[in-house]
């Protein structure tokens, strides 16, 4: 055989390779986009709950779920984002080992195991990504957060919400408003983070300033 | 484990050992599917008949799995001898029978290929072992890769496409990489077969 025809038909074997794995690769692609699953475990264990899927499919702009996880863990994490993801395009998640990313999930409030940081609309609320409900809850959290407009009454006889009191009343009024302002932010993350399950705010007990010790 | 779970704590693991068990027994039984009729000369003959290579690769390779399909099913003996003496529910069943019959296929389409690369029976298997190998444990050691390559390799690993299967669910795109996997080596043995005869070679 010829050299040329050698490399004519190492060329030709080479583009067929190449056609055969574009072609299976799209088809995957394709698979992977129009995904279903298949529940057939008798309490459906393995589906997601018509709560979940009415949460999820709420979320209309992008939200970014950070997942930092215990090595070994992965897997069990992987599987519910990805089914959340299969709901939902518009939510991003990503699985992070925590041990190796400490400084990321520092930056994101996390500081256990099995967390989610879910970042939407400018808001973040950290959660723990186990079991569905908790995470869904989260999910649910981050969409209705708002800012709150706090009001104060005057002229009957309160204690001045403005600056300008005391210096303690000053710190516990600027400290509470503080809470009530971000809620859903770091303080709520930190207080979520050491509790599983929907948790309540710590800046709560301390409102209104002038009745905490 | 799964406590009373059925599904979760006796099928789960008995399919997750049964494919341990196909990835050492499945590369034996395809070393000399082409290999053997190589060394020996009859593949020569083979291909005197008037049939295709595409007929040829396909019929090997569903008799292979013929074989394994009845070594699969053998095993069902153990749910049929566990509903005598409780209710046991058939889905989670169905679920890893499927997964373990897809993966057994795509297995022994591997096989088939790396026999049809070698005229050895022992190289065949062990670079069966080799590739299948590669395709099992590509995203076990978390820690060794980043988490992008890791996101990228997830989807190509045998092990985690299975799971869902032994846990009870069928994900069409995990039966759809299943399937695409066992075409591609097909496929990629037809090639192989191919490229040996403009290579001059047996």
């Known amino acids: 055989m010829t050299a040329s025809r050698a490399t004519r038909h190492w060329t030709q074997l080479g583009l067929q390779v190449t056609l055969l794995l574009v072609a299976l ?60 993801r299969v709901m939902n395009p518009r939510l991003e998640f990503e699985l992070l080992d925590l041990d190796r990313f400490p400084d990321r999930a520092r930056s994101l409030g996390v500081t256990q195991y099995g967390r989610a940081a879910i970042e939407y609309g400018g808001r973040r609320v950290v959660v723990p990504a186990l079991p569905e409900e908790a995470l869904a809850g989260g999910i649910l959290r981050a969409m209705r957060g708002k800012a709150r407009r706090i009001a104060f009454t005057t002229a009957h006889g309160e204690p001045r919400a403005t600056v300008g009191s005391s210096p303690r009343s000053r710190r516990r009024t600027t400290r509470s408003t503080a809470c009530r302002s971000s809620r859903g932010r770091s303080r709520r993350e930190r207080t979520s983070s050491s509790s599983p399950g929907p948790s309540t705010t710590s800046c709560r007990r301390s409102w209104p300033p002038w009745r905490s010790t | 484990m799964g406590g009373m779970n059925l599904p979760r704590g006796l099928w789960q693991y008995q399919f997750l050992d049964l494919q341990r068990l196909l990835l050492v027994l499945v590369p034996l039984l395809t070393m000399r599917l082409f290999a053997e009729e190589r060394k020996l000369g009859t593949l020569e003959l083979l291909w005197t008949y008037p049939v295709r290579d595409a007929e040829i690769i396909v019929g090997k390779f569903l008799a292979c799995l013929a074989v394994v399909s009845a070594m699969i099913a053998a095993t069902a003996t153990y749910p049929f001898l566990l509903a005598r003496l409780t209710p046991v529910a058939a889905g989670p069943l169905v679920a890893g029978y499927v997964g373990l019959w897809l993966l057994a296929a795509a297995f022994v389409a591997c096989g088939l290929f790396v026999s049809a690369l070698t005229e050895s029976q022992l190289i065949a298997a062990s670079a069966t072992y080799g590739v299948l190998l590669f395709f099992w444990v590509i995203t076990w050691n978390e820690a060794a890769v980043n988490e992008v390559t890791l996101h990228l390799l997830v989807p190509f690993s045998l092990f985690d496409r299975f799971y869902a299967f032994a846990i009870g669910a069928i994900d069409t795109q995990n039966v759809a990489y299943l399937v695409l996997f066992t075409s591609a080596f097909l496929a990629f043995t037809i090639l192989a077969l191919d490229t040996r005869r403009w290579r001059g070679l047996r």
């Open chain 1, 25 to 84: 690769g799209l088809l995957q692609v394709a698979a992977e986009r129009t995904g279903r699953r298949f529940d057939l475990t008798p309490t459906r264990g393995l589906s997601l709950s018509p709560v979940t899927e009415k949460i999820v499919r709420q979320v209309d702009t992008p939200m970014r779920l950070t997942v930092f996880y215990r090595r070994g863990t992965r897997e069990q994490h992987a599987d519910l984002l990805a089914r959340l």
